[in-house]
């Protein structure tokens, strides 16, 4: 396990790359909506086989209130030691998201959202994380403990994408979600809760497939 830092780095360089992708793709307009999920998807997949082994590849503050709260963060049961790491990790997934953003100029989502469409986005945030919950091994989503994580978690999130895109949702992550109401998105307040309780959740799921130890 590398140390805080070095892992608050690493989250922070693969959520910039994240939302890199996420605004390259946005500008992608004459591209069918397939290309740029995909492209997103894809994204994703590269990251977590990138990241997965130092840092976890989560990306998202959400997913490491999950692994917070089930006391797998920092590979200690220690509630201080993984508090300090969840709040290190959002910190720098917040911070790298925000500049990923900030990379190139695009029209960030807004609101207010529809009930059906608030409820749309909370449950596909659910099923995401339900998703990086049953591929990870300690708190990471890791390739090497099982080795099609990045596959089933980049084109279950390119499949919730397409599916979200007729509700107009598929933000799925409290830190995309804060910038774009920094960039004066309104009507996103629901959205974030939803996003937030999603993980949290998440930390009283059952885990689906016996963990595997990583060497």
């Given at each position: ?25 946005l500008s ?71 500049l990923g953003f ?114």
């Amino acid at each position: 396990m590398r140390s805080l830092f070095e892992r608050m780095i690493l989250e922070l360089l693969g959520s910039f790359c994240l939302a890199y992708a996420v605004v390259t793709s946005l500008s992608l307009r004459a591209a069918p909506d397939f290309v740029c999920f995909s492209s997103i998807g894809l994204a994703l997949v590269l990251l977590i086989h990138l990241f997965g082994r130092s840092s976890g590849a989560h990306f998202n503050p959400s997913v490491s209130l999950m692994f917070f709260g089930q006391g797998t963060l920092a590979n200690s049961q220690a509630f201080w030691s993984n508090l300090i790491s969840f709040l290190g990790y959002a910190s720098a997934q917040t911070c790298g998201i925000w500049l990923g953003f900030h990379s190139r100029s695009f029209v960030p989502p807004s609101g207010p959202f529809s009930l059906r469409s608030t409820l749309v986005e909370f449950g596909m945030t659910l099923i995401l994380f339900w998703l990086i919950h049953a591929w990870s091994d300690e708190g990471r989503i890791c390739p090497e403990a099982r080795p099609l994580s990045g596959f089933v978690v980049g084109s279950g999130l390119t499949s919730l994408l397409l599916l979200g895109f007729a509700d107009s949702v598929g933000i799925l992550n409290p830190a995309f979600t804060l910038v774009f109401m920094g960039l004066g998105s309104n009507g996103l307040e629901q959205i974030l809760i939803l996003q937030l309780l999603a993980g949290v959740a998440m930390i009283f799921a059952p885990k689906p497939m016996a963990a595997n130890s990583v060497s």
